[in-house]
């Protein structure tokens, strides 16, 4: 055997080694996150609050936003789709009294007490008026799966 066709070999079987050693990440699981209504708090002093629908990691639901915390009077509403893992949350608002359509995405966080549940804290931005962005973050947390 060539020098050549040694190393071609022994690099070979060190790559094969390194693939095996690499673990593979775990695919995004679905989370619950229909089992109550829940809302978003968003730092530019809207409260969104949501009740949703879930089919897999598919959502559809209702929404009212209003101004202050835990708004009395609703400002806005509409109707939602989206999306969620126990990753990623994203979904999509077209308020029915303007034309806003407001885009919510959120990553997941664990919640600082232990208790192995994650809760949810994102932006949003107005598809219609881009320059309208805030941060949020949901106010009930969720059981992972």
Known sequence: MS???????AVAAAATSVLVAVPAHAAPRVIQVAERPWGLVQDNGYYVMLTLS??????TGSASASHGP????????GNLTGTVTDRHIHF????AQNDSIGEYDADSR??????????????TYDKSHPGAHAGWYADWSFAQP
């Open 110 to 123: 664990p919640t600082t007490d232990g208790d192995g549940r994650i809760y949810f804290v994102g932006t």
């Open 92 to 95: 999509e608002i077209p308020w």
């Open 54 to 59: 879930q089919t897999g990691p598919n959502l």
């Open 3 to 9: 020098k050549l066709s040694s190393v071609a070999i």
């Open 70 to 77: 835990m708004g009395d009077t609703v400002l806005s509403s």
